[in-house]
């Protein structure tokens, strides 16, 4: 059982990225999975989530509007496509996923972070 996220880099305000979150031994759509993320020297925060039910979606107040998160079930993955990213989102990234939709840090399994930084 694996998450893998990747797709982070150095982006230069205003600019995108798109963060992927591949699973692994697992079948994706059927856990709710969580995009959460650490700045240095701040705690972990979580950013996105969508439900393993009805794909309801969640945001942190501070992405709204700029962040979306989506689903590829062919794919067995789910994105972050981040738009009009701002310093303030420079942080590792992480993906967690969770069997019984409880979305938080106690989620079943984690990805390894991957780093995105915003920076002129």
């Known amino acids: 059982v694996q998450l893998q996220a990747s797709g982070g880099g150095l982006a230069q305000p205003g600019n995108s990225l798109r963060l992927s979150c591949a699973a692994s031994?697992?079948?994706?759509?059927?856990?709710?999975i969580g995009w959460f993320r650490q700045a240095p020297g701040k705690g972990r925060e979580g950013v996105s989530c969508?439900?393993?039910?009805?794909?309801?979606?969640r945001y942190t107040d501070s992405v709204k509007g700029r962040f979306t998160i989506s689903r590829d079930n062919a794919k067995n993955t789910v994105y972050l496509q981040m738009n009009s990213l701002k310093p303030e989102d420079t942080a590792v990234y992480y993906c967690?996923?969770?069997?019984?939709?409880?979305?938080?840090?106690?989620?079943?399994?984690w990805g390894k972070g991957t780093l995105v930084t915003v920076s002129s």
């Open positions: 031994g697992f079948t994706a759509e059927d856990y709710a």
């Open positions: 969508i439900s393993s039910t009805d794909d309801s979606i």
């Open positions: 967690a996923a969770d069997s019984l939709g409880v979305v938080g840090p106690n989620m079943d399994y």
